[in-house]
């Protein structure tokens, strides 16, 4: 069975804080690993993806993976309440039950 | 532009009956998929169709029919609606089929079985 693992939070952090998001797998198979952001009622959006162990930066996300570890994580530096919602690690098809956030201002 | 469009985005229905969903995607993209939402937030797999190809079927019950008229088009046909069923669901698609592309997804249906 094929497995994606969050912590389903909430995680809470301060406005300009760092957020940290985990995620771990077991499928060694696939190396494609995706984070996406979902507001209340939207429909899911693309954050990043990363294919390549080590470190991915875009603006103020940086995405990481180990595969010798099996994890991939998602920083989002400067946190703003805007980025208060839910965050979904997928994997080949698996999302995880997703890390809902919470920027406090 | 809309890339991913569903509709309808709310279907409230009766138990028993049959319903569809229609998703369209101006992307050009090769596959197209369904995910359904439940109550808890999972957000999980059901059909992918590359190229108007079956190529991924999770397990969902036979009640679930996809239809891909042509690869820009994925519609989702529900018979004998249950309970069970209420949920929200999202089409999308993706250049590949392989899982390394993006998906994009369309604004979801919520359908509500009473």
């Known amino acids: 069975q094929k497995e994606v693992e969050q912590n389903s939070g909430p995680l809470s952090v301060p406005e300009g804080a760092i957020a940290s998001l985990n995620c771990t797998y077991s499928d060694r198979g696939s190396q494609s690993f995706f984070w996406y952001r979902q507001y209340s009622g939207k429909s899911p959006e693309l954050i990043m993806f990363i294919y390549s162990n080590g470190d991915k930066e875009d603006g103020r996300f940086t995405a990481q993976l180990n595969k010798a570890s099996q994890y991939v994580s998602l920083l989002i530096r400067d946190s703003q309440p805007s980025d208060s919602a839910t965050y979904l690690c997928l994997q080949n098809f698996v999302f995880g039950p997703g890390t809902r956030l919470s920027v406090l201002p | 532009d809309t890339a991913v469009s569903q509709t309808p985005k709310y279907l409230v229905t009766q138990m028993g009956n049959d319903k569809s969903i229609k998703c369209e995607q101006n992307l050009g993209h090769d596959t197209m998929y369904w995910y359904k939402q439940d109550s808890k937030k999972f957000l999980k797999i059901m059909f992918s169709?590359?190229?108007?190809?079956?190529?991924i079927n999770e397990t969902v019950p036979n009640r679930f029919s996809p239809k891909s008229p042509d690869k820009a088009h994925l519609n989702l046909h529900i018979n004998s609606l249950e309970l069970g069923d209420s949920a929200v669901y999202f089409c999308?698609?993706?250049?590949?089929?392989?899982?390394?592309?993006?998906?994009?997804f369309g604004p979801g249906t919520r359908l509500t079985v009473l």
């Open positions: 999308a698609s993706s250049r590949g089929g392989g899982g390394a592309d993006t998906q994009y």
């Open positions: 169709y590359n190229n108007k190809e079956l190529i």
